[in-house]
């Protein structure tokens, strides 16, 4: 009886060890998600995601003046980036 006992308790630590494991996502399998920006001039969407953050860490390099944070720009300075982008596709 007491070896039962044992032998459950094993098994239930057991799982509980090996299943957040079992659960733990890789990278390659992650999905990366952007969020969506208005560009009122040009009156469609953009996903801000990677892609776009490589895009605009370039724009940056040669305009200083621009904050790191897009969101934290004039309306002005958005509006020069998304015309510059539709200039420059992917």
Known sequence: MIRKGLLAIALFLSIALVAPMATRTTSAAQVA???????????????????????????????????????KNTRAQQSAYWNWRHEHHD
């Open 33 to 71: 998600v952007g969020v969506k920006i208005y560009d009122r001039d040009h009156k469609d969407y953009h996903v801000w995601d990677d892609n776009e953050i490589k895009f605009y860490d370039g724009w940056r390099h040669d305009h200083p003046d621009f904050q790191v944070d897009f969101r």
